[in-house]
């Protein structure tokens, strides 16, 4: 069979599980659509949280990230998986324990201030719809690819299956789906690792591959240095970023990821404390299966990439290019006119240009993979992006209908009016997404670095100040998360949109780029939030208290409920 009838073919039969799922499992109270009933088992809700963790941005453009960047892309590995640890370990068990399922919820709460809930929930938007951009444009490839439509449409398509199954399920329908959705990404992105290390390598094991020697000899990294440098980049294993760049985007990216509201949600969707940190443990397995396979996955794209394209004759280019350069994702140019296709560093010589959010999706035709192998990893890369957008969509919809509505504006709705607004909010979320999915403000994984920035900027010290310091005050936590955010926006806007020929070294604030800047945010959050808290009065007593009480594992049971 050829690759569309395959496409068809697997992808349709997912969808089909994932819509079942969500007919089995709709929600019929607002407990199942914020926390999934509160019942789901750790292993379980460890797949559910890496399929919500490992987002388009993991599966899709890490590993391009990774091939284009060489050594500078080990920043998104440090900074995501470094990030998860974080927020497994230091923050999940605090907030379990306080029992708010949502970032705002707990602010709002801990800092006794509807002011302080509505710029979380101002916050919790803002980096969700930031995220799950990049997670509906990651849609759009896949399915411009392998179903031979225009990006928009799949960006369309992908709209309307997740809004289908968020709207009815809401988190007990995501949970159960990204378990599917789990099994199938890891399965469509191991698949083609292994096939392509055993091909180069002779080593069925892609992260012993990577390091390992090339079937016609020398090692895989060498090579790839070589090659790079004779067509005038910087050597593989070199890195180009300043060390002070590295860090900012690192820790950015860690900080970030503990204030990303979808992640922390899901550990309120297990009976216990217990059961958060040990679905906590097998979400990190999980997710380390995809990731420490990555950069192998990166390089084998890169070296088969090479080999298969510069100074070959455009007329006898391999099909990947042609299937590809119909989605606009490849263009060759011929710029010398000698029927050959040079690929280099300079810009004006340069004859190939390759989007670096497609190489993970077209590794299996590089590779000369058999067809299923290509039409599995499309649907692990729509497996991956649907379940993270799902999961930010439930942000949006309960930031909406549960913090703004019940918590802030009308307190008196009725649980039935509360649930009916929530799949509003999700309804109108899927589509102002798809808006941003179709005209985003950057590739895939540029735009979710830029939401881990915004997340590290506003929320992850106001969490850390409400779980560890009595001391931090309303007015500290409000105009902290006020300083982050805008700080932050300010300057991504600056450089991405305003004057985007200013971004360079040279130019940016202590030599920190717009991906590192939310660490600087963070900072500010933090002096800001230190300073005002000294000045003004103290928390409450019994708010002082319960900053006591939730450090104290004694006690740890069920969530409060709503």
């Not at 060498?222 to 180009?240: N, Q």
């Amino acid at each position: 069979m050829d690759i569309l009838t395959w496409t068809y073919l697997i992808v349709g039969l997912t969808f089909a599980i994932y819509i079942g799922i969500a007919v089995w499992t709709r929600a019929g109270s607002t407990k199942d659509f914020y926390v999934a009933g509160g019942g789901v088992s750790p292993l379980a809700n460890g797949m559910a949280t890496a399929a919500d963790w490992m987002s388009a941005a993991s599966f899709i453009s890490m590993a391009g990230l990774i091939s284009f960047m060489g050594y500078d892309g080990s920043v998104y590995l440090m900074g995501w998986t470094g990030g998860y640890v974080l927020l497994a370990l230091l923050l999940a068990p605090y907030l379990r324990k306080f029992g708010k399922f949502t970032v705002p919820d707990f602010v709002g709460d801990r800092y006794y201030s509807k002011t302080a809930r509505l710029v979380a929930v101002v916050c919790a938007i803002f980096v969700s719809f930031t995220y799950v951009a990049g997670q509906m444009r990651g849609v759009g490839i896949v399915f411009s690819r392998f179903l031979e439509v225009e990006i928009d449409t799949g960006v369309v398509i992908g709209m309307v299956i997740v809004l289908f199954y968020a709207v009815l399920g809401g988190m007990k329908g995501i949970t159960y789906t990204q378990v599917a959705q789990f099994c199938v990404l890891i399965f469509a992105y191991m698949v083609p690792a292994i096939f392509i290390s055993i091909l180069l390598t002779d080593n069925p094991v892609p992260q012993l591959g990577f390091g390992g020697e090339l079937k016609e000899g020398g090692y895989l990294l060498d090579k790839l240095d070589g090659m790079l440098t004779e067509l005038g980049f910087a050597a593989y294993t070199d890195g180009s970023k300043s060390k002070i760049d590295v860090f900012f985007i690192t820790a950015a990216l860690m900080v970030g990821t503990a204030g990303l509201p979808h992640v922390i949600v899901r550990f309120f969707t297990v009976p216990k404390v217990k059961d958060a940190r040990k679905s906590a443990g097998y979400a990190l397995v999980f997710i380390a299966i995809l990731y420490t396979a990555a950069p192998a996955v990166g390089a084998f794209g890169m070296y088969n990439m090479l080999n298969t394209t510069s100074n070959r004759e455009i007329s006898s280019m391999p099909q990947w290019v042609d299937n590809w350069q119909r989605t606009g994702l490849i263009v060759v140019d011929d710029k010398n006119g000698d029927g050959l296709v040079q690929y280099v560093k300079n810009a004006e010589q340069n004859e190939l240009k390759i989007d670096k959010d497609i190489m993970v999706l077209a590794n299996p035709e590089i590779a000369q993979l058999p067809n299923w192998v290509v039409a599995l990893v499309a649907a692990g890369g729509l497996a991956a992006a649907l379940s993270t957008a799902a999961g930010l969509l439930l942000v949006i919809s309960t930031s909406i209908a549960h913090d703004l509505l019940k918590k802030s504006f009308t307190p008196r709705i009725t649980e039935r009016q509360e649930l009916i607004a929530a799949r509003l909010a999700a309804t109108g979320a899927v589509v102002i997404a798809g808006y941003f999915g179709i005209y985003p403000p950057g590739f895939v994984a540029e735009v979710v670095a830029f939401a881990f920035g915004l997340a590290a900027a506003s929320f992850f010290p106001v969490i850390i100040m409400g779980i560890f310091s009595k001391r931090m005050n309303k007015q500290g936590a409000i105009w902290g998360m006020i300083t982050g955010l805008v700080f932050t926006i300010a300057y991504i806007s600056y450089f991405k949109f305003i004057e985007p020929a200013a971004n360079v070294p040279e130019n940016w604030l202590c030599g920190v780029s717009p991906e590192g800047i939310g660490t600087l945010g963070m900072l500010l959050n933090f002096i800001v939030s230190a300073v005002v808290s000294a000045v003004t009065p103290p928390p409450p007593l019994h708010v002082q208290e319960l900053v006591e009480d939730i450090r104290i594992p004694r006690g740890a049971g069920a969530a409060v409920d709503h």
